[in-house]
């Protein structure tokens, strides 16, 4: 079967990390073998990469710069390969998480942002980016994602951010969203039930909830 790039994307608290085992087990009920990753992370360096962009303090060049070094490292050694081989891949967030924080909530420069996109997602032989082939957008109000977040655990440098800050994540999130038809928005306001049957209901409207030949639906 023909790999499939799903992503997960919302601000801190709307809650896109409780469905991603949900996400696993419905697309292996169908036969298909699942890679599970996360941005920045994904691998032992971008890992490494990880911890600083989330615990150092740094300038907005050097954060996208960092953010987009462990993302060339898990598209070349777990993204490629495992879609390369058929694999769903699950990742939670992607680059529209850096259109999003360090274009929208940091206000860095967006031209910069795509001219790193293109140097990082290119693929040999091809025009076309690699870019997701579904984004799974969970849109929660700021002032609700924060009340979540309130106490929940010890917050890293974007999660202690004021409601402001994750105002302009959000606006640059439907920014990015806006006439891009790979984008599934998600009321993340919803229950948890009733944010989990707009997932499935996105999905199998996408019609890619097939089972994977020879294995039961
Ligand atoms: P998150 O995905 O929320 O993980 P956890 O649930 O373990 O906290 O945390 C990643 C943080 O990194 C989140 O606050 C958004 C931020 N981030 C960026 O600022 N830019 C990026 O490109 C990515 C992928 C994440």
């Known amino acids: 079967m023909k790999g499939l790039f799903l992503t997960l994307e919302g601000i801190d608290g709307a809650g896109k990390s409780s469905h991603i085992d949900a996400l696993e087990a419905l697309f292996r009920a169908r036969g298909r073998q699942v890679t599970r990753s996360r941005e920045p992370g994904g691998t032992p360096l971008a890992e490494t990469l990880r911890g ?5 303090p ?8 960092l953010v987009f070094a462990a993302r060339r490292d898990h598209v070349v050694r777990v993204i490629e390969p495992a879609l390369a081989r058929g694999d769903v891949v699950l990742c939670d967030r992607f680059t529209d998480a850096t259109f999003a924080y360090q274009g929208g909530g940091r206000g860095f420069d967006a031209a910069v942002l795509s001219t790193l996109e293109r140097w990082v997602q290119s693929k040999t032989g091809a025009e076309a980016l690699l870019q ?3 984004t799974i957008w969970f849109d929660l109000a700021p002032e609700i994602a924060a009340e979540r ?55 199998a409207g996408r019609g890619l909830l097939a089972s994977a030949a020879g294995s039961a639906p």
């Open 132 to 134: 997701p082939d579904i």
């Open 52 to 56: 600083l962009i989330l615990e150092q």
């Open 58 to 65: 740094m300038d907005a060049l050097t954060e996208s710069l």
């Open 149 to 203: 977040l309130a106490g929940a655990r010890v917050p890293d440098k974007f999660e202690s951010q004021p409601v402001e800050f994750f105002r302009r994540v959000a606006a640059g999130y439907a920014a990015r969203a806006a006439g891009e038809p790979r984008f599934v928005r998600i009321d993340a306001a919803r229950p948890r039930e009733a944010v989990w049957q707009q997932i499935e209901a996105a999905l």
